[in-house]
């Protein structure tokens, strides 16, 4: 059974940094493509980061390109995404997701990922 848990969320100021990592049980984590989404009370789930299991290859959504920067280490079976310049705007419940490997899928949507943990809220203040 694989389970995710997030950690590292908290309360910072807009122009902190904070470093959020997700713990996957279960099975390695080189078995999955890894990614970060948010939601924010309201809204969509929104895409945040993904990141290859075969390549590491990543990508981002546009509101945290060259802000946000995500990674993998299989040896710890754990995702961090690394933030920095936060916004008030990048205040939300940020969730990890994993999917199986495979050709032809979208890592931008929140459908494409099997498995998902609880969230961990990040709040900034300005």
């Known amino acids: 059974q694989v389970q995710l848990v997030e950690s590292g969320g908290g309360l910072v100021q807009a122009g902190d940094s904070l470093r959020l990592s997700c713990a996957l049980s279960?099975?390695?984590?080189?078995?999955?493509?890894m990614g970060w989404f948010r939601q924010a009370p309201g809204k969509e789930r929104e895409f945040v980061a993904a990141?290859?299991?075969?390549?590491?290859?990543?990508l981002y959504g546009d509101s945290v390109k060259g802000r946000f920067t995500i990674s993998r280490d299989n040896t710890k079976s754990s995702v961090y995404l690394q933030m920095n310049n936060l916004k008030t705007e990048d205040a939300a419940t940020y969730y990890c997701?994993?999917?199986?490997?495979?050709?032809?899928?979208?890592?931008?949507?929140?459908?494409?990922?099997?498995?998902w943990g609880p969230g961990t809220q990040v709040t900034v203040s300005s």
């Open positions: 997701a994993a999917r199986g490997h495979g050709r032809d899928w979208n890592p931008t949507e929140k459908g494409e990922y099997a498995y």
């Open positions: 279960g099975l390695p984590l080189s078995s999955f493509a």
């Open positions: 990141i290859s299991g075969i390549t590491d290859s990543t």
